[in-house]
């Protein structure tokens, strides 16, 4: 087995994990070991936690550290785990939060490139407070992830290209949707550890054929085995690539009403995870009959097509 350092520059998929919660809205501790052996048992070995979709924005620091300190002792080698440590504070806090992250195993720590400065923050700004960081943070791998809340803050190719060769920048989360801007990216990161993954799955195999390395979303996390065989057979682009590509994105789209209740809900409804849908985040909400039927739908119609993946 590749260790998880490997796994780290050659996985193509790293799903955003949900974090199951009880009806109390405590996290659900038995729940994470079990979405952590399903992610890896459809064949996952690259888990994204402390996300956006795990709730991050609604944990407490103590919640964040303890998420990844489970995610890691539950993947136990089978996966690379990466996960969030900036939360917007200072530049010191930051730095102690993400050596938090590191010291329970996550194999490389997240910058939220929004919480580098405020929404009106010049360059300069950003970038002051991003390489203090860097310098203050030894030798911890990082990544980016251009989480879209509060507000979206894209990093410039310059930026990207600087933290490129420094070496210590493994990950990337792009939700750019601009074809040229994530050009530009793969550009100012060739030839380095730096890997690029598409966080908007419309584009995804067009993005791996450009250069980026795969996919980090939540269409992993509704149907691992079908982003596992699209990340892998990219290059083909065949119309078998562009129907799986076309499928999630509608399934994804499907998906994002009251979401992650809805994600949660509908694996718990089709018997992959013995999980609840409550969640914290506001406007996540179980759904009705109305709203969930065509999620039921949409899963026995990816299943009646029985694509014969090969």
């Not at 989360?173 to 908007?200: V, W």
């Not at 999630?248 to 992959?272: C, D, H, V, W």
């Not at 119609?301 to 090969?310: C, G, N, Q, V, Y």
Request: hydrophobic letters at 40%.
């Amino acid at each position: 087995m590749p260790s998880t350092q490997e796994m780290l520059l050659t996985n193509q998929v790293w799903p955003v994990m949900l974090t199951p919660m009880n009806a109390d809205r405590t996290i659900d501790w038995r729940g994470v070991d079990e979405i952590t052996d399903w992610y890896i048992e459809h064949g996952i070995t690259g888990l994204f936690t402390n996300s956006r979709s795990s709730e991050v924005e609604f944990l407490s620091a103590d919640e964040r550290v303890r998420l990844a300190e489970r995610v890691v002792a539950r993947a136990d080698g089978r996966a690379a785990v990466v996960a969030t440590g900036t939360y917007g504070g200072s530049a010191e806090e930051e730095i102690d939060s993400i050596k938090r992250i590191a010291d329970v195993g996550a194999d490389a720590v997240i910058i939220l490139t929004n919480h580098l400065g405020n929404q009106a923050a010049s360059e300069a700004t950003w970038t002051g407070k991003l390489e203090s960081i860097v310098d203050g943070t030894g030798d911890i791998k990082l990544g980016f992830y251009e989480c879209p809340t509060p507000w979206k803050r894209l990093i410039p190719a310059n930026v990207f290209r600087w933290a490129a060769e420094t070496g210590r920048f493994v990950f990337h989360k792009d939700l750019t949707f601009d074809p040229q801007d994530m050009q530009d990216k793969i550009d100012a990161a060739r030839g380095t550890d730096l890997r690029i993954y598409n966080g908007e799955i419309t584009s995804t195999y067009q993005s791996i054929i450009a250069g980026a390395h795969g996919h980090s979303g939540y269409a992993s996390s509704l149907n691992p085995d079908l982003m596992v065989w699209l990340c892998a057979n990219a290059h083909r682009d065949d119309e078998q690539v562009r129907t799986v590509q076309r499928i999630m994105s509608i399934f994804e789209r499907m998906i994002n009403l009251a979401y992650p209740s809805s994600a949660k809900q509908l694996l718990a409804a089709t018997g992959q995870l013995d999980i609840t849908a409550t969640s914290r985040m506001p406007g996540a909400y179980p759904l009705g009959a109305h709203d969930f039927d065509s999620l039921t739908d949409m899963v026995e119609l990816i299943e009646s097509l029985k694509l014969d993946l090969r």
